[in-house]
Nanobody, 124 residues
Framework: QVQLVESGGGLVQAGGSLRLSCAASGRTFSDYGMGWFRQAPGKEREFVAAINWSGEVTYYADSVRGRNTISRDNAKNTVYLQMNSLKLEDTAVYYC?????????????????WGQGTQVTVSS
């Protein structure tokens, strides 16, 4: 059974930083691409960042590029999202997801497994 467990969310002031972690189990972590998505109240789930199986290829949404960094540690079966210069509009539930394949995508249907999410709230 595949499990993805996010952690690291919380309340932070605008301009601050958070690092999200997602621990994976139940499948060979290093075989698959990983992604982070977010969903704010009343909005659709949107792509944030993704990383391929080796960590050599990354994608970012325009809204977070330059402020967020996605990385992975295949030895620890964990993917990270470092978020800096946080803005009010970054407030959302953040989900990690494991792709169907080793490559990555910005499209949610390309991801097979999802975590339960972790809340990130940015205050003024």
């Amino acid at each position: 059974q595949v499990q993805l467990v996010e952690s690291g969310g919380g309340l932070v002031q605008a301009g601050g930083s958070l690092r999200l972690s997602c621990a994976a189990s139940g499948r060979t972590f290093s075989d698959y691409g990983m992604g982070w998505f977010r969903q704010a109240p009343g909005k659709e789930r949107e792509f944030v960042a993704a990383i391929n199986w080796s960590g050599e290829v990354t994608y970012y949404a325009d809204s977070v590029r330059g402020r967020n960094t996605i990385s992975r540690d295949n030895a620890k079966n964990t993917v990270y999202l470092q978020m800096n210069s946080l803005k009010l509009e970054d407030t959302a539930v953040y989900y990690c997801a494991s792709a169907w394949a080793s490559s990555i995508s910005r499209i949610p249907v390309q991801y097979r497994y999802w975590g339960q999410g972790t809340q990130v709230t940015v205050s003024s």
